[in-house]
């Protein structure tokens, strides 16, 4: 699988888009979880974080993958190496691409386990 390059870069400092991602905000009523998801990408581009939208399906550099997850290129390879993560290699190289959906599962997985703990910690009084 080869990743989809965007055709469209939007500039989250240019006034317009932001203005022009607030007026859609309003646009939008959150009945559904699509519209949800929409709003909440609208919010930050409208307050000036650039967002990514990436396909389920795209592929990912190592590099990429501990960005999402917020960890060091270091621990993804450590992963991909344990089995806790699936990658595939490129043909005839050492370089691996990890399916975005899952570099998804495994950050949810880790806040799931992350919760788990704290909730864990309260229940104790720690």
């Not at 022009?20 to 559904?32: C, E």
């Not at 290699?89 to 950050?107: E, F, M, T, W, Y």
């Amino acid at each position: 699988m080869v990743a989809h390059a965007f055709t469209t870069s939007l500039d989250p400092e240019d006034p317009t888009v932001r203005s022009d991602a607030k007026n859609l905000i309003d646009r939008l009523s959150d009945d559904t979880p699509v519209e949800a998801a929409v709003r909440a990408m609208l919010k930050d581009i409208a307050q000036g974080s650039r967002v990514v939208v990436l396909r389920a399906e795209d592929e990912v550099t190592p590099a990429e993958a501990a960005e999402i997850l917020g960890v060091t290129r270091q621990f993804v390879d450590r992963l991909c190496e344990d089995g806790v993560l699936a990658f595939r290699r490129l043909p005839g190289s050492r370089h691996r691409r990890i399916r975005v959906q899952d570099v998804v599962d495994l950050a949810a997985e880790r806040e799931d386990r992350r919760a788990g703990s704290e909730a864990l910690r309260a229940a104790l009084g720690e």
